[in-house]
């Protein structure tokens, strides 16, 4: 898909969602699912470069998240040359005011966010507005767009983190309205789905792998991503889901390593953890041979080249 189609399909997405038909057209995008202790909003906020996404205990992600990240040049740079985006991820600047990066949302035309701590209290905002402040869900959909030189062209759609178990105030059918909300946007055939399992948990048992195989059983529009690979044990690693031997899926799988919570309770920066993720893959003996395929930045590399495929 060239960069001209995936513009015009942004903008279908956004008037679809402007007058209310946005789950039953089959649009190009990228489905973002797993379970919600499987790390997903931390590998969105990688690839972004940026905290933008609601984090707290229990279902954060209550509404479909329509992601449009788009790529645009700095508008200066000392030396004259630009960057490639997926070498500019791992130097991330976080100045809140910085003019090249901003979020705009659909539902505030012609407002830019260039503080990205004020896209994520608009989305907290924005979803107990349709959804009230209890723990239930909504399908209608946020759609954000983020304009950086430091991401790379992708359309990523985030959904509800799977739960077996209601708690607090959770409806008691959370688990099927939930399944029936990503069953809705995976189902559809031009729909990549994005896998996000815990590296150090059981693979038969990734909630997110199961249900992508429920409506693609062969693999062939599925990517698995491994978060928390650092927190495995000793001596353990994740070679052979990555060679396809454990559950093979024709897209494959990504490691990564991500903030964990006392570091993001630490404020540690995005950018100090895309150079730790770097290191660790280098460094580490089961993949250091093939560390350039490993972490956020191939992984926004790879998503990007599948959009375009």
């Not at 973002?32 to 470069?49: A, H, T, Y």
């Not at 529009?221 to 031997?245: N, S, W, Y």
Request: hydrophobic content about 35%.
């Amino acid at each position: 898909m060239d960069q001209q189609l995936i513009n015009l399909v942004n903008k279908l997405q956004d008037v679809f969602a402007s007058i209310g038909v946005s789950n039953n057209i089959d649009l190009p995008q990228i489905t973002v699912i797993g379970s919600q202790s499987s790390g997903k909003s931390s590998v969105l906020e990688n690839i972004v470069g940026r905290d933008f996404l609601p984090r707290g205990t229990g279902i954060v992600t209550r509404r479909p998240l329509v992601l449009q990240l788009i790529n645009r040049p700095a508008t200066s740079k000392p030396n004259g040359n630009a960057e490639k985006p997926e070498e500019a991820m791992s130097k991330v600047q976080l100045n809140e005011n910085n003019p090249d990066e901003w979020g705009e949302f659909l539902h505030l035309p012609g407002q830019k966010f260039h503080d990205f701590h004020a896209i994520r209290d608009e989305i907290v905002r924005d979803t107990e507005k349709m959804t009230g402040k209890n723990a239930g869900i909504s399908p209608n959909p946020i759609n954000l767009r983020i304009f950086s030189p430091n991401v790379l062209t992708l359309t990523l759609v985030d959904l509800p983190g799977l739960t077996k178990v209601p708690v607090g105030d959770q409806p008691r059918d959370i688990e099927k309205q939930i399944r029936d909300m990503l069953l809705r946007f995976i189902s559809k055939p031009n729909a990549i789905i994005l896998a996000v399992t815990a590296a150090n948990t059981d693979l038969a048992n990734s909630d997110g792998l199961k249900m992508a195989r429920e409506v693609d059983p062969e693999g062939t529009r599925t990517i698995g991503v491994l978060t928390k690979v650092d927190l495995m044990d000793q001596g353990t690693d994740v070679v052979d889901i990555l060679a396809g031997r454990v559950i093979p899926l024709r897209l494959g799988y990504v490691p990564v390593v991500n903030r964990g919570q006392r570091d993001i309770d630490q404020s540690k920066s995005i950018s100090s953890a895309l150079e730790n993720e770097r290191k660790f893959f280098e460094n580490h003996p089961s993949y250091a041979g093939k560390a350039q395929y490993c972490g956020t930045p191939w992984l926004a590399r790879k998503l990007n080249i599948v959009s375009h495929a």
